[in-house]
Structure formats: C-alpha cells, structure tokens
DNA sequence: CTGTTAGCGCATTCAA
DNA sequence: TTGAATGCGCTAACAG
C-alpha cells in the first residue's frame, strides 16, 4: 500500500508538504501543489483515517447500538442520522443488538474500544446498569426513543399522543376500549399505556383487565393478543368497541385476526395503532395511526451529537411533536 | 485517555507485556499478568483499536453499501450480514448511498481511506463504472443481488422465480397477465421480467405493451403502473386477469388501487409480488410472493466475503434458491 | 513557503 | 519470561 511517504518522494517534497495539500493546510506553493496532486492521481494513493485519527484523536466515526435493523422505526432513524452526519464527514459503525439486552452493554465497551467520536443509542430500557455503563464509558451519548436523567436524548411525546388518539376515540363514541401494549421495560411505550388509562379516567370510563394484553413486536403477537383480549371479555359479555396497539404491526395483527373471524373494522370495532408505517395506509381499511417522525427524530439527534461534539450550545432532552393521522379504521 | 505505557508503568512492567496480556501471545508469568489485569481492571482501560489496526493491518470492519436501509431486502441482509460478521469480531461501517448513485462509487473510496478489511456492496446495477471502481480500490469485495464478471457474489435466481410464478398464473388459467418492472439497468430485477417473458412465450402467449408498465421501489408507483395498465389495455379491451409485479410493494400498491376501483383480487385481477415481505401474509387477501431468503443472502455474502479475506476456499459465485409462496391473491 | 523532528498507541522482533 | 527498540502512516509544532 502506497503511504504518505512513497508520495513525498516521487513529488520531491517532503511528507509535510504531502500532509498539507492532503488537507488543504498551511503554505503550499501552486509548483509543489501540482506535483504531489499528479502523483497521488497516478498512484491512486489515498490515506489512512486510521494513522490521521491516531494523531488527530478524531474518528470520524460515530456507532449506533440499535435493537434491530428490522423494523421502519429503526431503519427510519438511521436514515436520519445518516444524512447529518454524512454532511459532516461521520461514518455510522453499526451494532445490532438483535433484541439482546446483554449486547448493549457489550457493544458501548466495543464502540470505545473502537474510539468512535460519539454514539446513538435507540435504547429499549432505562435499566440503572445502563447508565452506569454510559457513564463509564465516558464517549459523548445521545439516547433516541428512551430518555435518562443526565443523557442526552431525543424522544417522542408519547404520552400526549396516545392520551389524544384514546380521546378520538371515545369522541366517536367509544367507551370499551382494549389496549395491546408491551413489556413494561420500555418506559417510552410504556407512556403510551399511561396515556391511555389517564383519558380513559379523564372521562369515568372504567378499563377492565381483561381488555389490557402484552405483545411483542411482530404482527403475530397482535394477532395473538386481541384473540386473548376476546375470549378474556367473552365472558364478562363486555366486549370492547375499540383497539390502540403500541405498534402498527400489532394493530395489522390484530385486524388480521378480526378479519378471519368475521368482525369488521372499523364497524364492529375501531382499532389505531403507533408509528404511521408505510403500509398503514394502504391496508384495508386504512389504519389510523400517529407518526412521530422517526426520520427527523434520526436528524435531530445526529444534530445534537454533533453539536456536542464540537462544543457547541446543545440541548439536554428534545421532544419531538407529533401527528394524529386519522384514517378509516376507526 | 489511559494507555499501554500508563498500564505497564502501573504495573511494574514493560508495554511488552502489558500488550502479551492483551492479546494473550507470549509468555506471561502468572505473576506478572496478574498485576497488569488488576490495573486494567481499576483504570478501565481500553486498548486503542486504531493504533492496533495501524500495525497489524487489519481493521476488522467491513464497509455495507447500500441503496437504503428503508426496505425489508436490505435489513433483512444486513442483519444476516451482521449475525455472521460479530461471529469473527468484525463491525459494520454502514453505508447508505439513498438510491443515488454517484454516492455509491464515493463510498467505494471512503471505505477504502477507512482501511476496512472487505466490502459488501448491495448494489442496484452492474454499470462498467462500477466494475472500474471496484479494481482500482482493490479491497475484497462481494455483492450481493447483482453480479458482475470478476466480482464474487450472492444472487438470487430471479429468472427462475419469475418463470415458476408466470407458470402457476397460467396454469389457473390466466393468459392475459400484466407486469409491472423497475428501470432496467437493474439487471437482476431485470431478469424477472425477462423470465416472465420466455415464460409466456413457452406458452405461445402473447405479451402487450399495453400491459407493462414500470414503478420504483415504492407503494405509491405500484399504485400509479396498474393504473396506467388498466387505461392503456381498456382502449383494446384486452384488459389482463393477472399482475405481477416485481416487489410486494408495488404489488400492494397495485392492490390498494384495484380495490378502490372495486375490481376484486383476486376473482377480477390476480396478483403477485417478490420478495416474502412480513406483511405480505397479513394482507386481505394474502398476497402470492416469492421468498427470496434475504437474511440468508447476508450470511453466505459474510461468508463467502471471510474466506476469501482468511484466504480459505471460497466460491465465486453464490446462487441461492428461491421459495414460492402461494397465497389467495392468486 | 518548506523540511525536520517528534510522537499518537500499539505489536513485534531481538536480546537478554 | 521479560524489556528495549523499532516502526505502522500520519499531523503538528518548530525552525529555517
């Protein structure tokens, strides 16, 4: 491989000068300029990062520990994170958890151990051990999606979203209303559920346990849990009118399931789900849904990172606003 | 930031050994590691991947180009990338072009000044530029979804795919079948519609070019295609009773139209797609695709990618098979 | 405007 | 079993 020093010799000068036209620094004449531009155009030399960032102490790379690639959330994040930081020169080193909690913990040793300028971590917990282990590592952090006190974060209001799709719902007359959510872990989506029970209180209607069921995150469990929450209410012949899943995708295996069995949505009963997905629209009926911008979320964190980075005045936590997208399946 | 000679000064011994106990190589007396363990352990140091990577040479990350990480070919692949590659301790750089290809020759070189030790290029043609590019960085590379002579490579059989699915349309009875394309300098996706052809052909069926029409790789133009099929066929009155499309989201976009046109899927108009998309088995009716195991595809490009750069047996070319999923849109 | 020098953090001879 | 010495490829004073 051909270095910085194979050039300054075949352009006569020395490896400064090379480094200084390398980065457009300092002094050079137009002469000595030309020459080292030929030689490295004829060799096709082009520098090592890695000898520059063991000088300059700079990478250039930030890591993103994200819980999957597999899902239009995650994958809309990075998409947003990629476009700031490709407009500054940052690469994104990727680390997929695949949904392992140990593997966070492992990958923030590693995105040091790489010296990664800065990370981006789509959490799915707020675990003490967590914070423990961010503080340790002591490399610049922002959370997307979760929030810590003491970290810097961009996340979603939740809260006042699904509050605000619960309330659509029993404007339109709905007063049984089920409620597909996920572990408890996930604070962010846990506010969901919050929100939830909280307009439902707001208006004296009473929530029934049997209406309340967990899902992972994949259609099936949607599928799985509204056959739960039915034959739960069966009994207590108080069926409900209407479903909020967390997830869209719980939502489509929801009205999956519905579908097969003969109830129609959104006559026999009303379903929304989070996350304004792609499809959403397109399904049959158009699923109602609230988008929270996961692209802008990506760019907004990548901005503050940066921002951080350089020093320059950043903001602690950002909420992100977001959009009831009312569609015919409620 | 602490380093190797701060842990061997620590320690009471030589940098020497402090990097024998790192990278377990030499003779360490107990004794002697047991000290330099103990500082690591209390100063949390963590070895500078770079300046390791400066004298060895290997980096151990490889460079993922891609088109986007917004549909379910590429996660899927990535994260098949990803479950082979941290087998061996390698990480991802992730680089996403955003369907613009100028940027895809870019990357080539960035991932090169980054010194990773491969690249797997997710690729969207197989232009002579490309071809040139990727000599002239000379890094292993493999690609996965299109090939090109010289360049190893996981494909899929997508002529194949295309010919068993045109033959199950026309078994069912089907003669007038519609398809909808991509640009055509994507010569895998190129060869669906070409086994469509050779498929009908065989059949003595005749093809009109009022049936074929193009999308990009979105819902929305699936939706606008099948639109311009339908006017351009009822002129002659030979409206097809069947529809393939090249991806399931132009599928599902051909659906949701067809549906607000009260043409019924599929007693009026059948329908297919490729790819085995998630949702594809949630739809109403569930939608007749083409799995193409792109997960799988990741892990063999891993691979194949490894061995070659361990300097093992590798093939040059991979062909994985396909898996025809029949459903009720047909 | 340019070259000399030093050193980033580590692995690897070579001697001891 | 250990340490001293060297250099990976580059940037950044500093001196000229």
New interface residues.
Partial sequence: MVTIKDIAEMAKVSRSTVSRVLNNSGYVSEDARMRVEKVIEET?Y??????K??RTKK?K?VG?ILP???T?T???I??GL??EF?KLGY??????T?LNREKEMEYL??L????VDGIVLIATNTEPKLLEKIN??NVPLVMVGQSIDGVMSVTYDDYHASRELTSLLIDKGHERIAFIGVDETDQAVGMRKKGFLHEMAAHQLEVSEAWLEKGIF??ESGHVAIEKILSNSRSSNKIPTALIAVTDRLA??A??YL?KQGIHVPEDMAVAGFGAS??AQ???PPLTTVDFQNEKAGEQAAIQLINYMHSKNHSEKIVLDYRLIERTSI
Same sequence: chains 1, 2.
Avoid: F, M
């Fill in positions: 096709k082009t520098p090592s990062q890695h000898a960032s063991l990478t790379i993103v999957t690639i597999q239009e995650s994958s809309k990075v998409t990629g476009k490709s690469e994104i080193l990727l680390a997929n695949n040793d590693l040091k151990v790489r010296r340790e590592i994949d259609i489509i295996g009205i999956s579908k792609e499809i397109y399904l049959d």
